[in-house]
Structures are given as C-alpha cells and as structure tokens.
C-alpha cells in the first residue's frame, strides 16, 4: 500500500546524505511533500538543490537515507535492515513515474516536437503509437504549442522549447514533476511563459518540487517553501513565513540580495 493513502505524503525524504569526494553535497536532509502540494526550494549556488532533486529518480546515488515516492523506495528494495539496489530496468520503471524538467530542455534534436513527445510513451510503457500521438497532441495545446507538433526543436525559442520539454515530461502521466531551474537558461522575456505554464499544473494539482530563483514565483504557486545552505534544509514553510519573516539569519541574508 502506498503511504499516499496512509499520511498523504508523496515524497519523503529522510535523513538523506550525499558526497562527491570529500565534499558532502547532502547533510541529513529530512523532507516531506503532500500529494498535490508544491515545493518550491531556494538557496545559493552550491547548497544542494540539485543534487537533493536527482536522487529523488536515482540519477544520483543516496550515500546514507532513504527517498520514497508514493511509499516506494526509489533506486532501492529493502531485505530486513538492507537496501538492495534496483535492477536498471527496475529504476527505469520508477522513472516514468517521475517527470524531470531540466534547465536546459534536453530534447531530441533530430526528432520532431511531436516525436519528441512519444518517444517515453511508445518504447517505455508500450502505448500504441496513435494513442500516444494523440494523447501529446493534447498536451501540446495545453502549453500553447499545437501548431508545432511538426516543428524542430532548433526552430523554437528557449521558451517554447522548455514548455515542449514540461509537455514531454507530462506524457508519461508522471505522480510527481521535479523542475531543475526550468527558467535559468531562458532570456527574461521568456521566463512569463514557462511560469504561466508551471503554474496551470500547479492549479491542476500536480505534485511538484520546483528549484529556481523565481521569488515571485514562489510566493504565488509554493504550499511550501524550502531554504537550502551548505547541504542541508535551513529553514521550511508557508511562502508568507519563510519570505516575508524568515526566522534563520541565513535565510534572510540571502533573501535580502535576491528581493
């Protein structure tokens, strides 16, 4: 049974550690997101951020801790007190149940738009290619792009691209999108677009972890707001307390230069 139906949670993250080296990226960092809740984290370059992001579909190793989603061990199964690792095709399953949005799109570029969007669904869940074409049409228009479906990513704006690449990561039907900094290697002019698109989901209930510098953003969209510093959660709650009236001088001082 899942712990969504028990507590709610569709993330939890506990006590999770992560080095590279000698440097520790992850210091016990505990978290939990409710299904339909949006977690927005902030902090420095070099906080964790990321890193904490990636092990949430095993693209990075946890050291120490567990990650679940949707009361399964993700990159894991458990024998009494041991953690086995997962067999790749088994962390590639868990994968389509968790959509990634990188900053910097990641799309094929020698498919179509369209293509683009069925590739998962087609060779990864075997849907039926004229379901699948279907079904990405449909998301398409729900990032304002149906006119592209025949389009080639090189012949999209930055924009336009990162709003394929949401519709892309929506087609597997994912429980949980994870944004890495979706907005970081757009020009400002087109940051509004991709936001727009970020925040529908959000007004549709769609779990989703979201790592920017977009404060205005957060104050709108996040149920919670998450302040990271030298590997571990500093500071964690509702937009009005974290933003407005941090209780860690850490929090504020960053907050002072990015407001």
């Not at 990650?67 to 690792?85: C, I, K, N, P």
């Not at 379901?131 to 704006?157: C, I």
């Not at 890495?180 to 007004?203: F, H, M, N």
């Not at 996040?222 to 500093?234: C, K, S």
């Amino acid at each position: 049974m899942s712990t969504t139906t028990a507590t709610g949670a569709m993330v939890e993250i506990r006590s999770v550690r992560k080095s590279f080296g000698a440097l520790e990226v992850l210091r016990g960092v505990d978290l939990t997101v409710r299904t339909g809740e949006v977690a927005v984290v902030l902090g420095p370059s070099g906080s964790g951020k990321s890193t904490l992001l990636r092990t949430l579909n095993h693209l990075e190793k946890v050291d120490g801790g567990t990650v679940s989603v949707d009361g399964a061990l993700v990159g894991y199964r458990r024998s009494g007190t041991t953690l086995h690792e997962l067999r790749e095709r088994e962390i590639l399953r868990q994968r389509t149940q968790i959509g990634f949005v990188f900053q910097d799109f990641r799309l094929f570029p020698h498919l179509t738009v369209l293509d683009n969007l069925i590739e998962a669904p087609v060779f990864a869940l075997r849907r039926p290619k004229k379901e699948a074409r279907e079904s990405a049409r449909k998301l398409l228009e729900r990032v304002g792009l149906a006119d592209k479906a025949d389009a080639y990513p090189q012949t999209l704006s930055g924009g336009q691209q990162q709003r394929v690449a949401i519709a892309r990561a929506l087609a597997l039907e994912p429980k949980l999108l994870l944004f890495d900094e979706p907005t970081s290697a757009l020009d400002p002019e087109l940051v509004g677009e991709v936001l727009d698109v970020i925040k529908d989901l959000a007004r549709r209930g769609t779990t989703m972890i979201v790592v920017t510098h977009e404060i205005g953003f957060a104050r709108e969209v996040a149920d919670t707001v998450v302040f990271m510093d030298g590997g571990r959660i500093v500071e964690q709650g509702p937009p009005a307390q974290v933003l407005d009236s941090p209780r860690h001088e850490r929090t504020a001082a960053f907050l002072s230069k990015v407001l």
